[in-house]
Each structure stands twice: as C-alpha cells, then as structure tokens.
C-alpha cells in the first residue's frame, strides 16, 4: 500500500493502529502528529510511527488517510482545524473515538471538501494510556465499529477496510445514535459504576485504611477500567450525555428495587436477582476479545509451594508461549493459590492448558 498515512493522537489507540498497520503493509510511510511535543519524540523514538510531523497544516494537505485519535472533544477540534485546510480529494478520514453522535455529525461537514469522513471505534483497549501503551495486536479479534452516513460510497469503505484490515479486528457497521447507546450501557455506564465504588471505599478508607488494603479479586476485576484517564472519560460523558442520564436512572431504579428486596429480606427476589444475571453473564461469548474480556485469562490451581511460579512459566517458555500478564489471584484453604496467567491469542491459550495439564496442573477458563 503506497498511501501516505497521518495518525493524529500518538497514545494507546493511535500507537496501537500504527503499530498494526505497520506490520500489516511494511512498506507504509506513517506519519504522526500529537499536540505533546514528548508524545512525537517518544512514538518517534519507540519506532511506532516513520516520521514526526510538528504541524498539521503541512501534513495534512499530503495525507491519503488520516486517523484522528484523540479524546473525543479534542477530535472535535481537530476536525475544525481540518475543515480550514486544503485537503487532498478523495481522502479518507476516520477516528477512534468512544462516542460517535458529535463526531460524526461534525465529521460528515469535511464531506462538502471532497474528502470521505467515516467514523469509527475499536472495541478494544486498556486501562493505560499513551503510546508506551500501544500494542500491536490490541485490536485482534475485537470489535471494529464503522458508522458511515449515506453519502460514503461502498469504495470508500471498503478502502478503509483494506487499511484496517491490518488490525485483525471484525468490522461492524452501526448507525451513529444505536452505537452511542450500546457503547454507553456496554462500556460508559460500567465506567461511571467502576468509579463509584472506588469513591465508596476511598471514603471508608480515610476513616480506615485497613479496607483498602483488604480489596482483593472481586473488588479489583471489577474496578481496574476506574484507572484510565480521566480525561478521555470526561469527553466520553459529556459527548454521550443524554444516553447516559437516561441509563443512570434506569440503574438508580435497579438499585431501588434491590433495596427494597433487601428491606423486605425477600429471598426468593434476592436469589433471582443473582440467578438471572449469572444466566446471561454466563451465555456471553467467552474468549472472543472485544469489549467484555480483553485478554486471554488462564486460571491455574498452583500448590502454595516456593518455585511454582518458575516451573510453570518455565513449561510455558519451553513451548515458545509468551505470557502478556501473570497475576496471583487468591488463596485457596491455605495450601492451593490460584494463578492468572493472561495471553495474546486463542491459540497461545489452548497451547499453554495442553501444555500445562501435561504437568498435572488443573486449569480453567473464565465462564
Ligand atoms: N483507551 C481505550 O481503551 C480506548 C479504546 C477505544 C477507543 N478509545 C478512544 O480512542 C481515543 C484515544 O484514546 P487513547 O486511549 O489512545 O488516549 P491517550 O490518552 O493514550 O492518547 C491520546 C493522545 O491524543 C493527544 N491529543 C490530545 N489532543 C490533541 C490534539 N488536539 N491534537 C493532537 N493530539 C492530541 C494526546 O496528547 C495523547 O497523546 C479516544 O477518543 C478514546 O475515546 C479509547
Ligand atoms: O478494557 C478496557 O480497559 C477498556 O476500558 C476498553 C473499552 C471498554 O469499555 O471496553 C473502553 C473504552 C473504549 O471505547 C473501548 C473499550
């Protein structure tokens, strides 16, 4: 592919991308702009991106493609910027971000400059940001959303595909508004609800600190998505506002109704509360990368016994297996501990369960 690539937003996502279509088509310039003068040296120097540009006004008008990645206000001003330059004609534009309703409406204004704007959201990401983050295979296997409005013909799509086709995710096609409401019950509200209960143990833990040190698995799966940047999630509220207040009182009411059967201690109500939600919890697609399981998680029954950690990392490593996580996760009845151990792929899962239960290790998948 000889087309001149502009990554605009050098973090987690913007670094992830030019890492994969890099390795999908070598022979690609990409160039990379950040407002952080430290973000462009550093994905210069980490060899992410070829080439630093220090403005937009100059690189810009050359760019074929241009992937804005920023937090989603910040794409907004990008796109203004955008619309007050020479663009070439018939270039692509698409984004990455979290929300699509004001994106893409202010997007589709660089459609009347003979250039294509297709939004877009990778449904895969992490808790850390920058472009120290990045990875190449992020976006494998997860969740590619497009949001393309009427007027982008079928060629303009497909050539982005073509593009993106490098990250190895599924792309997906939704309108703007149906993407903003199922990203906000999948992902926004969830978010607002990891934070939550942070606060709520961060307040117990002034008074107490001994709580905080106590928060073990539970407590720390469901919140680790609370350590992103606080700013990205301040654009994502604030550009997917209406959907969220409207989520935010349908959970205040959930929650009302779980008091009032906590008031009433109605057990049958409390059972089926659980049982219902373990239900579908437990029909979710399990081991497909995308929005609800990023990584590929092993669970290992280890014995408590010095040099398990080595002998099973050892086992792994003798078979070529590359561990992206390793996490010691509980304590089982004082003499088993359980190991999370986190890989890039499918494959490399289904390698290290054979490879392991060779050694007598028991395994398992999360549900
Ligand atoms: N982090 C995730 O899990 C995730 C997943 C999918 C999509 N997204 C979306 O991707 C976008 C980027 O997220 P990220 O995690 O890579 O964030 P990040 O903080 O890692 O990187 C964002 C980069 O954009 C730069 N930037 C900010 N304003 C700019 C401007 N006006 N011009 C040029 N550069 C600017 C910042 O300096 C920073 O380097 C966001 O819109 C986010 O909603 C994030
Ligand atoms: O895995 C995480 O850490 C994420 O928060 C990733 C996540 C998500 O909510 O699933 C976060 C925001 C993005 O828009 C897409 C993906």
Do not use: C
């Amino acid at each position: 592919m000889s087309k001149r690539i502009l990554i605009i937003g050098l973090g987690l996502i913007g670094g992830s991308l030019a890492l994969a279509v890099k390795k999908g088509y070598p022979g690609t310039t990409i160039t990379g702009y950040d407002i952080d003068p430290q973000a462009r040296k550093l994905a210069k120097s980490l060899q992410v991106i070829d080439d630093a540009a220090v403005s937009l006004e100059d690189e810009a008008p050359e760019a074929d493609i241009i992937i804005i990645s920023t937090p989603v206000e910040s794409t907004i001003q990008v796109i203004n910027e955008l619309l007050n330059l020479p663009l070439k004609k018939g270039s692509l534009i698409t984004d990455v971000g979290s929300t699509k309703q004001t994106v893409v409406e202010k997007g589709s204004l660089l459609n009347e400059k003979g250039v294509f704007f297709i939004g877009g959201h990778p449904m895969a990401g992490s808790h850390k940001s920058g472009v120290e983050a990045s990875r190449e295979r992020l976006f494998e296997n997860a969740f590619y959303i497009l949001t393309p409005t009427e007027d982008i013909p079928v060629a303009k799509m497909i050539q982005l595909q073509n593009v993106l086709k490098a990250t190895r995710a599924k792309f997906i096609e939704l309108d703007p508004e149906t993407h903003d409401r199922f990203a906000g019950l999948i992902s926004h509200l969830p978010h607002i609800i990891a934070s939550g209960l942070v606060h709520q143990v961060a307040k117990t833990g002034e008074k107490e600190p001994l709580v905080s040190q106590l928060a073990a698995g539970g407590f720390r799966d469901v919140t680790r998505i609370a350590s992103a940047s606080p700013g990205m999630w301040r654009d994502i509220l604030l550009h997917n506002r209406e959907t969220l207040l409207t989520m935010l009182a349908d959970w205040k009411q959930m929650m009302s109704e779980v008091e009032k059967m906590l008031v009433e201690r109605d057990e049958d109500q409390i059972y089926s509360f659980f049982a219902e939600a373990k239900a579908v919890r437990d029909d979710l697609p399990a081991k497909k990368k995308g929005a609800l399981l990023p990584f590929y998680d092993l669970f290992v029954d280890v014995p408590d016994h010095p040099g398990v950690i080595s002998d099973v990392t050892a086992i792994l490593a003798q078979s070529g297996i590359s561990i992206t996580n390793i996490r010691i996760i509980e304590a089982r009845e004082d003499i088993m501990g359980v190991l999370r151990l986190s890989f890039r792929s499918e494959e490399d899962l289904t390698l290290a369960k054979a490879k392991l239960s060779e050694h007598m290790y028991e395994t398992y998948e999360a549900p």
